[in-house]
């Protein structure tokens, strides 16, 4: 599973980047996710704050955390069954109430999440931290849907949708 998420991830930069040092690096990724914890906390013990849990973000269902109180816009993205790809998760750190905008061809679509990441190389490694989370059963309901891959050993066609 996390091989193909890195392999993903690399896929995805390297459509993008002028550089191919610039597939995601989980170890800086875990620097610049302190820019994140300002809202959200991730792996051991996480708990909602300002944003969302983001354990196991990577491959889960758009607004699934269970007990956050998320905003009317991204709630009506998850309904549609939308999932955070790394591709997704990219766009959306790019400039969240654009992505929502953008997703749900609705120019009043708001994000309650004011936070933007601008820069590539920063997004593919935030986002490359982020994937080595597993989804994890007890704080997050609304995410054991998802079979937990890791432990399940199933391959990694049973995380979409
Ligand atoms: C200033 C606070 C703040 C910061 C900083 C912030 N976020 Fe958020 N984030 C939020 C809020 C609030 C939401 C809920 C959005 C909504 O309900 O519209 C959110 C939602 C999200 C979601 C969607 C979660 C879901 O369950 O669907 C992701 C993914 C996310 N943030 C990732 C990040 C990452 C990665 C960073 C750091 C690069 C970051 N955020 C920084 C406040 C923040």
């Not at 999440?113 to 989804?135: C, G, H, N, W």
Request: glycine content about 6%.
């Amino acid at each position: 599973m996390k091989k193909q998420l890195f392999a993903t991830a690399f896929l995805i930069t390297a459509s993008f980047a002028t550089s191919p040092a610039q597939a995601g690096d989980a170890a800086k990724g875990e620097a610049i996710f302190k820019k994140c914890m300002a809202c959200h906390m991730v792996g051991e013990g996480a708990k909602n704050k300002v944003g969302p849990i983001l354990t196991g973000i990577v491959g889960s269902k758009v607004a699934s955390v269970a007990d956050y109180k998320y905003g009317k816009s991204i709630i009506a993205l998850g309904e549609t069954g939308a999932v955070w790809t790394e591709e997704e998760l990219s766009e959306w750190l790019i400039n969240p109430k654009k992505y929502l905008r953008a997703k749900l061809d609705d120019k009043k679509a708001k994000s309650k999440m004011s936070f933007k990441l601008k820069k590539e190389d920063q997004r593919a490694d935030v986002i490359a931290y982020l994937a080595t989370f597993s989804p994890k059963a007890e704080e997050a309901e609304a995410v054991t849907e998802e079979p937990a891959v890791e432990e399940t050993t199933t391959e990694e066609t049973t995380t979409t949708n």
